[in-house]
């Protein structure tokens, strides 16, 4: 429940994991970089928020979903006015609800879709408001699949290899006020 303030540095700690509830907020934008070679933080049990950062050059694999942000069995996650660069994944939500993910920036490097992970990518999860994001250089800007009971709003997803937005076995969702700019396609609904 307490809450840790990171100053402004480049730090490269390793794989960082979170298994408690946690405010983390950066000051001076922090960069942690996971020097291409792994996920770089690691969420995982309940009422955790990550405001403020800079994540960078997260591990690419084509067998592993590395990622920035990887949140796993989590209830409660906040992340939010974070800025995402060179990621195979930017966030990664697995078996997670009431969620919030807005206002964050994410670039990557598009190669290949099958050497490219999404942006924002949600599976199995439900109660997710995805907002005010801005993504770009993905395979997919966002994903959902196996998500209900969610709210995509007021995003931009832009340059991404295959689509905007894309949709896969889920229900119950609703997208509204989003821009979709120059991806393979704008929104499939599958």
């Given amino acids: 429940g307490d809450t840790v303030i990171v ?11 979170i298994d408690k509830p946690l405010t983390l907020i950066g000051i001076d934008r922090p960069l942690l970089d996971g ?3 792994r996920d770089i933080l690691t969420l995982s049990g309940k009422n955790i928020t990550v405001m403020g950062f800079r994540f960078e050059n997260s591990g690419i694999s084509a067998m592993n979903d590395l990622a920035a942000i990887k949140c ?3 209830t409660g ?13 930017a966030i990664h939500l697995a078996n997670a609800s009431d969620i919030v993910v807005r206002n964050n920036t ?3 490097v598009p190669r290949s879709e099958h050497n490219t992970g999404n942006g924002i990518h949600l599976w199995k999860c439900k109660n997710a408001l995805i907002e005010e994001n801005d993504i770009s250089g993905h395979r997919d800007g966002i994903y ?13 997803s832009r340059g991404n290899l295959r689509y905007g937005l ?3 076995f889920s229900t119950d969702d609703r997208f509204e006020g989003n821009r979709f700019i120059e991806n393979g396609a704008g929104v499939a609904v599958m």
Avoid: P, W
């Avoid at 100053?7 to 994991?17: A, D, H, I, V």
């Avoid at 996650?77 to 994944?89: K, L, T, W, Y």
């Avoid at 959902?144 to 709210?151: K, L």
């Fill in 144 to 156: 959902f699949e196996f998500v209900s009971d969610s709210r995509i709003r007021c995003n931009t």
């Fill in 106 to 108: 994410i670039e990557g």
């Fill in 7 to 17: 100053m402004g540095g480049t730090y490269r700690e390793g794989k960082l994991l």
């Fill in 166 to 168: 894309h949709f896969m």
């Fill in 35 to 37: 020097e291409n070679a």
């Fill in 77 to 89: 996650v906040h992340i939010e006015d974070n800025q995402i660069a060179r990621s195979h994944f």
């Fill in 72 to 74: 796993i069995d989590i």
